[in-house]
């Protein structure tokens, strides 16, 4: 029989079951699959620490969501460790690149490693490899020549049986070299199948994107319950984020996605109705957040302290909504600095305090959320109550766009048009400079 001290006994026991209770990979894939929301950091850390390249992979993209970034910064790591020189997880690659895009300057700054990474492995060995370089081409098409390209997308259709995805790719190709008419219909057809292809297709667009992308996609709307529930999330979700006159396409696109299960939907479309509060009674909305409460309660907080602060609804106020966001800041739910913001610069608990809601927003922009950047931008270019500066505006207006704002694209076209090209100038440099400053704070 085993003789110790209780205490060392207990630790002893502890120790040896540590292992045999730790959460595996599967089990915490299949928490996540139950509640995206979950908290796996902490658990999944573990498994990467003992070398598991899939864990790391994993990490990687539950830290990639986080608005802090220390944390995206590990992503980034995690993921080309993840990768290993070619030797690990190749589709630690794909994440990194689509990881990249949405960083301020990050799809330029990781444009060396990609160079160097596609090297190592070869493109063809294996439909994973070539899966994953395909994927690649959609972010840095520039690393892949035409004819490599068609080779690739010729060995994916013969491969693929459930998701093929060769419209898109064959889409970005035709986008690359200059064919427009071929590539505006692949993309048209990929969005009947590929979520992915809703932001590409609207990039694609360029300066008329805003007008001409809810014009195409109304036309698929006949066909809209047998798209994918990602891709109608996705329409949705896109339209609902470009300022424009209030539209019932959107609704349409939503209302589908929230019918089958998509969470995500409600936030978009309680977001919507509070941008449009002359179409939307606040009884709606506050009803549609309940229901986000139930799932996402801190998202649905933030949501209601939004809700709190619209204008031309009788539920208007701001000292409701400082007491929602004060706790939602002292639970650590960072994204409530939106909500403080626009409580400082609308003048909700006294006078229009535009320094304060600055400083709100720029605790956001540290960590690379586009959206702050998109605030302060309004902000420097017409803000109430602060000196304007459409250069400052444009400065950080393009930051937000970069890291895929959507709604600051329309602003951002509107400050060019009210600058001289000088001052554009001035103003890319001062983009540039405000991107160092947040990389040497890090």
Request: aromatic content about 8%; charged content about 20%.
């Amino acid at each position: 029989m085993l003789k110790c001290p209780i205490p060392s006994c207990l630790l002893l026991l502890a120790l040896a079951a540590g292992p045999a209770q730790a959460a595996s990979l599967q089990q915490i894939q299949y928490r996540l699959h139950q509640d995206p929301q979950a908290e796996v950091a902490a658990e999944l850390r573990l498994l990467a620490e003992r070398g598991d390249r899939a864990s790391m992979r994993l990490l990687a993209d539950v830290l990639a969501g986080s608005a802090e970034r220390n944390q995206q910064q590990e992503a980034i790591a995690l993921y080309q460790a993840a990768f290993a020189d070619g030797h690990g997880q190749l589709d630690a690659l794909v994440g990194l690149a689509n990881f990249s895009e949405r960083l301020p300057n990050g799809h330029d700054a990781q444009r060396a490693f990609f160079s160097q990474a596609v090297q190592r492995f070869a493109p063809t060995r294996d439909i994973n490899s070539v899966t994953t370089s395909l994927d690649l081409f959609l972010v840095y098409p520039e690393l892949y020549l035409p004819a490599q390209v068609r080779e690739l997308i010729s060995l994916h259709q013969r491969a693929c049986l459930e998701t093929c995805a060769s419209a898109l790719y064959r889409a970005r190709l035709a986008e690359q070299q200059g064919q427009r008419a071929l590539a505006d219909n692949l993309y048209l057809s990929a969005l009947r199948s590929d979520a992915r292809a809703v932001e590409r297709y609207y990039q694609f667009l360029g300066e008329e994107q805003d007008e001409l992308f809810p014009a195409r996609v109304s036309g698929l709307l006949g066909q809209i319950d047998s798209l994918p529930v990602a891709v109608v999330l996705a329409i949705g979700s896109l339209l609902s984020s470009i300022p424009r006159e209030h539209d019932p396409q959107v609704m349409q696109w939503l209302d589908n996605a929230i019918a089958r299960q998509a969470e995500q939907a409600r936030v978009s479309k309680a977001s919507y109705m509070m941008s449009a509060p002359q179409s939307y009674s606040a009884e709606e909305v506050f009803a549609l957040i309940d229901q986000v409460e139930l799932t996402r309660p801190q998202e649905g907080r933030a949501l209601r302290a939004s809700a709190y602060l619209v204008r031309g609804w009788r539920s208007l106020d701001p000292f409701k909504a400082h007491e929602i966001i004060q706790a939602l800041l002292a639970e650590g739910y960072q994204n409530a600095y939106l909500n403080l913001g626009e409580l400082y610069s609308m003048g909700g608990l006294d006078q229009v305090d535009q320094a304060k809601a600055i400083a709100s927003y720029r605790i956001l922009a540290a960590r690379g959320v586009p959206s702050a950047f998109y605030r302060i931008a309004t902000l420097y270019g017409g803000g109430k109550g602060i000196c304007h500066d459409k250069v400052k505006a444009y400065a950080y207006a393009k930051i937000a766009v970069d890291g895929g704002e959507l709604g600051a694209r329309k602003y951002l076209k509107e400050l060019a048009q009210q600058i001289s090209q000088e001052q554009l100038n001035q103003a890319l440099q001062a983009r540039n400079g405000i991107i160092r400053d947040i990389e040497a704070a890090l």
